[in-house]
C-alpha cells in the first residue's frame, strides 16, 4: 500500500491508472468502515482497477472549531489497521483552513484530474466541500458511486461517535462489538513511583505519543501485548487518590503471571470489561486487599 498525501497546493497528477475510491474520516477502523472497505476491494477487482482509500488527517473538526480531539485510532494506529487491507494507494487528505474553503466543485475536479477516480464507495450520508455543500447526486455526474447503507448492530447505529460514547461509559461489550475486535491503546512503559511492586502487585506505567479516547476512570480487565505476546492484565485508569493527589489520570496495568523488566517498551492494552470504580482506601494494607481482589475478579473473567 503506497501512502500518497493530497494538500491544497498539489500541482501535478498523483495517480495516473483508474482507480475505485472510498473516502471518510476512518476514525475506529469500525465494523461501518470494514464493510465499506470490503466493498471497495470487491469493486476494484471486479472492474480491474487500483484502489484507493482516502482519509482526513488531522479530523476536520480540529481545523473547523480548533478543538483537539481524541481517537479511536490515531494516525499511526489507523495507517497499520489499513495495511491489513489489499489497498493499492492510502490517501491522506492534509485537512487545511485552505482545503476546509474548497467547493464542491473544486473538489470533484481533483478527483478526476489528480487521481483519475472511476468508482467511488461511500455511505448513503457521505458530503463534501466547503459547508458540506456536496452530496452523492453531485457525484454521479461525473463517477460511478456505490452507495451504502449505514451498519447496524441491533438498534444501533454503527457510528465512531456511538461507540465513543460507549467507551466512556466503559462498556466494552458493545463498543469491542462494533469495532469487532477489542478497543486497544498502546503507549510506552515508563518509571513510576514503584509501590505498586512493593505491593506484590507491579504495574506498568504508560506514556502515550497518540492522543488515544482514554476510558473512564476506573479498573478494567484486559489484555496486555508486549514483546509479541498476549497476557492476562488487571488495567488500571485514575489520580491514585490513596497515594497522592493527581490532575491528569495515569494508565497502568499488572500483568498476570508476569515477572519481566519492560521499561521503555511498547505495550498495547486492550480492554473487555469494567470491574469497578476507583476508590480511596484508609490504608495501602486495605488498597493491597481490594488489588487482589480486583486480580481474582480478572482472571475468571477473563478464563
Known amino acids: 500500500m503506497k501512502i500518497i ?7 501535478k497528477n498523483l495517480i495516473k491508472s483508474p482507480i475505485t475510491i472510498t473516502i471518510g474520516k476512518f476514525d475506529g477502523i469500525h465494523t461501518g468502515h470494514q464493510v465499506v472497505i470490503q466493498k471497495t476491494l470487491q469493486i476494484a477487482k471486479d472492474t480491474k482497477t487500483k484502489s484507493a482509500i482516502f482519509f482526513f488527517d488531522p479530523h476536520p473538526i480540529e481545523i473547523l472549531m480548533n478543538l483537539k480531539t481524541s481517537k479511536l485510532t490515531p494516525y499511526s494506529k489507523k495507517i497499520s489497521l489499513l495495511s491489513e487491507y489489499d489497498f493499492d494507494y492510502c490517501v491522506v487528505i492534509k485537512f487545511s483552513d485552505s482545503f476546509s474553503n474548497c467547493s464542491k466543485t473544486w473538489f470533484i475536479d481533483e478527483l ?22 456536496g452530496n452523492l447526486t453531485d457525484l454521479e455526474s461525473f463517477f ?36 469487532g475486535r477489542r478497543y486497544d491503546v498502546i503507549g510506552k512503559v515508563v518509571k513510576g513511583k514503584q509501590l505498586g511492586r512493593k505491593l506484590g502487585f507491579p504495574t506498568a506505567n504508560l506514556s502515550f505519543k497518540d492522543e488515544y479516547m482514554i476510558p473512564k476512570v476506573g479498573i478494567y480487565a484486559g489484555y496486555a501485548w508486549v514483546k509479541g505476546k498476549k497476557y492476562k492484565a488487571a488495567i488500571s485508569i485514575g489520580y491514585t487518590p490513596t497515594i497522592d493527589t493527581r490532575k491528569t489520570p495515569i494508565v497502568e496495568a499488572h500483568l498476570l503471571d508476569f515477572s519481566h523488566n519492560i521499561y521503555n517498551f511498547n505495550l498495547k492494552l486492550e480492554f473487555v470489561k469494567w470491574i469497578r470504580a476507583e476508590q480511596k482506601f484508609n490504608s495501602l494494607q486495605e488498597l493491597k486487599s481490594a488489588i487482589s481482589i480486583d486480580v481474582e475478579k480478572i482472571r475468571e473473567t477473563l478464563d
Open 5 to 11: 498525501f493530497w494538500n491544497y497546493h498539489n500541482s
Open 112 to 133: 478526476k484530474n489528480r487521481f483519475n477516480v472511476s468508482n467511488i464507495v461511500v455511505g448513503e450520508d457521505f458530503k463534501f466541500g466547503k459547508n458540506r455543500a
Open 144 to 179: 460511478n458511486v456505490y452507495k451504502l447503507k449505514l451498519t447496524t448492530i441491533g438498534n444501533d447505529i454503527v457510528s465512531t461517535s456511538e461507540i465513543i460514547q460507549n467507551i466512556k461509559d466503559a462498556d466494552f461489550e458493545i463498543a469491542n462489538k462494533k469495532l
